[in-house]
């Protein structure tokens, strides 16, 4: 069974740090894109962070531009979301994903359509 699990969520407070990880099982996640969202009641989920299978291209939204980084060591099959400055805006369910798909070998990919596991998502609440 495929699985992506998320964990290191939690409650902080604004300007503190959180790292999320993503451990992968199942099959072998090691050659596939990655990336990370997030959503909050309501809304789409938004585009975080991605990264190409070994990590030679990433890409962030610019609103985490400079505050997030995004890593993984594929000999653990795990991914992380290092978050830094956090802000109450960055409240939301955060969700690993990866990627299959051809387009995403070599350059991060933004579009959530692009990938097609997913993990059940881990919360962070940004206390102000």
């Known amino acids: 069974q495929v699985q992506l699990v998320e964990s290191g969520g939690g409650l902080v407070q604004a300007k503190n740090s959180l790292r999320l990880s993503c451990a992968a099982s199942?099959?072998?996640?090691?050659?596939?894109?990655m990336g990370w969202f997030r959503q909050t009641p309501g809304k789409e989920r938004d585009f975080v962070a991605a990264?190409?299978?070994?990590?030679?291209?990433?890409t962030y939204a610019d609103s985490v531009r400079g505050r997030f980084i995004i890593s993984r060591d594929n000999g653990k099959s795990t991914m992380y979301l290092q978050m830094n400055s956090l802000e109450p805006e960055d409240t939301g369910v955060y969700y690993c994903?990866?990627?299959?798909?051809?387009?995403?070998?070599?350059?991060?990919?933004?579009?959530?359509?692009?990938?097609?596991?997913w993990g059940q998502g881990t919360q962070v609440t940004v206390a102000s």
């Open positions: 199942g099959r072998t996640f090691n050659n596939d894109a």
């Open positions: 994903a990866a990627s299959t798909d051809e387009a995403c070998t070599y350059r991060a990919c933004r579009a959530a359509s692009l990938y097609n596991y």
């Open positions: 990264s190409t299978y070994a990590g030679g291209s990433t």
